[in-house]
């Protein structure tokens, strides 16, 4: 039972490779936003907080359709990006991971604002009087105190992004080899007359990474929080 | 020689205080809520103040009317806050640097030895602030500050944190501040006690104004403590 095949390989390393791009390129915006929230007072703060939170509430078949709309080849942004820049999103795989990162974005999100808001502002204060400037503060003082919180997100959005179905389906179909991640080749398999044993594979496979990364999420938060608070 | 010229309204309360200061040790003396903290976190350029002008060595801080204000980072102030606020994910050794580090100035390890030696903390190094006592946190916070070479700095009652034995622990350290360190000090305290061992000049804050000023004998007329 335990012989994976050709297939089903390929399905597994692009699911973790849509997972792990999208989680790496949607980070650095993620904690941008979340600072933004947590440290920030303007004008249209709660349409970007529930902009933010859209995908989480939205039936994932309407946010791949939305992507669909904006990125495909002839979207208002995928149109601009294909020629001027190169990038294509629509049936690649780049195309899941934009969608595995936006469906995902929203767990990603969260912890780290969480964790700066929990930081003591005083801190940061503290830090401008020794000569920080903002940035400096930022980089010194609140992402390392915040570093458990980003792990945390990270994991979480990794998790929700290896799971990710409805909106990468819609976006960019189910290409073997190029857009079928674990999730559709699931759907795919049971949709074969003979396709259950292989079902059966990718699922157990899918059991273990989503374990591997909620225990790999513990033990970073808690060496983390080990990190900064012990010695 | 700092001045000070700033009005400031927190919500019901309001800050009304002008004063000058060439002592080597400032003392503003008041009752909690006299307004004290607000003051000194304008100097530090914490707080923007409503008008007014602060200024330093000649140097305009703060100068509302045209739209001057240095932020904190630029001022070259030190700040010992009343609770040390050390980094929690910084050792001492890290958190003394920090200042220094920030500034991209030059190594100087005579001076670092001098400040360790001031205050005692050469045996700390390694720590993290959560294994310090009360008043070792906040004789490194002193040497955090010294460290980052600030032309004034402000003690928001450094010791107040402090039950009365740790008082008069770190006590002789900041007269031997005062002393050996030469850098011009703002000292916040609601005690007379201190502020007659530390301050060479006292004003005296009461209701966001300054009620008197002057030598340390301004203290007789009326404690508010």
New interface residues.
């Given amino acids: 039972m335990f012989d994976i095949s050709p297939t089903e390989w390929t399905a597994i390393l692009l699911s973790l490779r849509v997972a792990i791009i999208a989680t790496l390129v949607a980070t650095p915006f993620g904690i941008g936003l979340a600072w933004l929230l947590a440290r920030r007072d303007f004008w249209g703060k709660s349409i970007l907080d529930a902009l933010i939170h859209l995908p989480l509430v939205l039936p994932p078949v309407v946010t791949g359709y939305l992507l669909l709309l904006t990125f495909g080849r002839r979207g208002l942004v995928g149109a601009w990006l294909a020629d001027h820049l190169g990038i294509v999103f629509a049936f690649r795989w780049t195309g899941a991971a934009l969608a595995c990162g936006v469906m995902s974005f929203p767990l990603l999100v969260r912890p780290i604002r969480l964790s700066i808001e929990a930081i003591?502002r005083?801190?940061e204060?503290?830090?401008?009087?020794?000569?920080?400037?903002?940035w400096?503060v930022f980089a010194?003082?609140t992402l390392?105190?915040a570093l458990p919180g980003v792990l945390a997100g990270m994991v979480l959005g990794f998790a929700k992004a290896i799971g990710e179905f409805g909106a990468t389906i819609t976006f960019v179909s189910n290409i073997p080899g190029e857009t079928q991640t674990i999730s559709s080749a699931i759907y795919s398999l049971i949709q074969t007359p003979d396709g259950d044993t292989a079902a059966a594979r990718l699922v157990v496979t899918s059991i273990v990474i989503a374990m591997g990364a909620l225990i790999a999420s513990e033990w970073f938060a808690r060496r983390a929080t080990k990190?900064?608070?012990?010695? | 020689m700092l001045r000070v010229d700033v009005t400031k309204k927190l919500g019901e309360f309001s800050i009304e205080a002008s004063f000058a200061s060439e002592g080597r040790v400032t003392g503003l003396f008041g009752a909690s809520g006299a307004g004290k903290t607000s003051l000194i976190n304008m100097i530090?350029?914490?707080l923007k103040p409503d008008r007014g002008i602060i200024s330093i060595d000649g140097e305009t801080l703060d100068d509302v009317a045209a739209r001057v204000h240095v932020?904190?980072?630029?001022?070259?102030?030190?700040?010992v806050?009343q609770?040390a606020?050390l980094?929690?994910?910084l050792d001492v050794r890290q958190n003394l640097d920090?200042?220094r580090r920030?500034?991209k100035l030059a190594d100087d390890p005579a001076q670092r030895a001098r400040v360790t030696d001031l205050l005692d903390i050469g045996g700390l190094m390694d720590?993290?602030p959560?294994?310090l006592s009360g008043g070792e946190r906040q004789r490194v916070a002193l040497g955090?500050?010294l460290l980052?070479k600030p032309r004034l700095l402000l003690l928001d009652e450094p010791l107040g944190s402090l039950d009365e034995s740790r008082k008069v622990e770190i006590l002789p350290y900041l007269v031997r501040l005062r002393d050996e360190a030469h850098v011009p000090m703002v000292y916040v305290s609601h005690d007379a006690a201190e502020m007659r061992q530390l301050a060479t000049q006292i004003v005296m804050v009461r209701n966001g104004r300054v009620s008197a000023f002057g030598g340390v004998k301004v203290l007789s007329g009326g404690s508010p403590t």
């Fill in positions: 003591d005083r801190l204060q503290a830090a401008g009087t020794l000569g920080a400037a903002p400096q010194t003082v390392p105190l990190r900064l608070h012990g010695n | 530090a350029g914490l932020p904190p980072h630029r001022r070259r102030i030190g700040y806050f609770d606020r980094f929690p994910h920090y200042g920030m500034n720590r993290r959560g294994k955090r500050a980052s």
